[in-house]
């Protein structure tokens, strides 16, 4: 599917196991290739930034792997919703 | 190194050729999600190019691949020979 970066913020994201996450606020792009390296979440649910270690933090960078598909939402692989192990 | 660019950051940026001409001012990147690649630039002509040259969307903005684009700095500069024409 192809998109536009001004359609593609503002999109809600969700997990696999459909939770809130946060807002899809830009992308990160390699200028040499045109990859995009990763999406900057937003608006982070305090659930999410809870889990990953973010609270406090205005926002995250997701890596494009971790994306199941974009559409009317992002879908994010469950995978990067595990808390983090402690050592 | 891998450079990074903030996609909202190009916006807005002034889309120029190799040989110097200036084309226009990005309003917009076309992204093919599955893959995560940037396809396209949409560029808003500048008044002063003829558009018929070009290959346009709906809109009349430039549709430019991401594969001619040379360098992103403070401008965007754009390989000529890259561009499709109409």
Redesign the interface.
């Known amino acids: ?6 359609k ?2 503002g999109l809600e994201v969700f997990t696999e196991g459909g939770k809130h996450v946060g807002v899809l606020e ?12 990763g999406i ?1 979440l937003s608006k982070l649910d305090s659930d999410f930034s809870k889990k990953i270690g973010a609270e406090g933090k205005k926002g995250v960078i997701v890596p ?1 792997k971790a ?1 199941k ?3 009317d939402i992002v879908l994010l692989r469950d995978l990067i919703y595990e808390p983090p192990k402690k050592s | 190194m891998v450079t990074k660019i903030i996609g909202k950051s190009l916006i807005g940026r002034n889309v120029v050729s190799d040989r110097g001409t200036v084309i226009g001012k990005l309003i917009d990147l076309s992204i093919e999600t599955l893959a995560g690649k940037v396809m396209m630039l949409i560029v808003k002509p500048d008044k002063s190019i003829d558009t018929k040259y070009f290959r346009l969307n709906e809109r009349g903005e430039i549709l430019i691949p991401f594969a001619a684009v040379k360098a992103v700095k403070d401008v965007l500069i754009i390989n000529e020979g890259g561009i499709p024409r109409a």
Do not use: H
């Open positions: 599917m192809v998109s536009r970066l001004t593609m913020s830009d992308v990160s792009i390699d200028p040499e290739t045109g990859k995009v390296l900057i494009y994306i598909s974009i559409g």
